[in-house]
């Protein structure tokens, strides 16, 4: 089974930008990255497929987000740009085998300050 690791997160300033990277132990997997707010649900952010030529963001970071993958790194990463506080939130990426979302990583804090 797949395994990820995200990494990148930090405490910025509303405005500025964040990298986050997932990197996974291999496979030919859609990758999604999700966040879990405080009190709040894990939900959505954005998806890609393995060829990259599927991408979905939801409506709140689309426009300011880019999903984009490097499969010789086996690497995903999440450009998050023009950040607002409610961007606040632990990050998780997921593997896709075709039927369910696993091989969660353990998620990487995202603090945005206003």
């Known amino acids: 089974q797949v395994q990820l690791v995200e990494s990148g997160g930090g405490l910025v300033q509303a405005g500025n930008s964040l990298r986050l990277s997932c990197a996974a132990s291999g496979g030919r997997y859609a990758v999604g990255w999700f966040r879990q707010a405080p009190g709040k649900e894990r939900e959505f952010v954005a998806t890609i497929s393995w060829s990259g030529g599927r991408i979905y963001y939801a409506d709140s970071v689309k426009g300011r987000f880019t999903i984009s993958r490097d499969n010789a790194k086996n690497t995903v990463y999440l450009q998050m740009n023009t950040l607002k506080p409610e961007d606040t939130a632990v990050y998780y990426c997921?593997?896709?085998?075709?039927?369910?979302?696993?091989?969660w990583g353990q998620g990487t804090q995202v603090t945005v300050s206003s």
């Open positions: 997921a593997a896709n085998d075709g039927s369910k979302w696993g091989g």
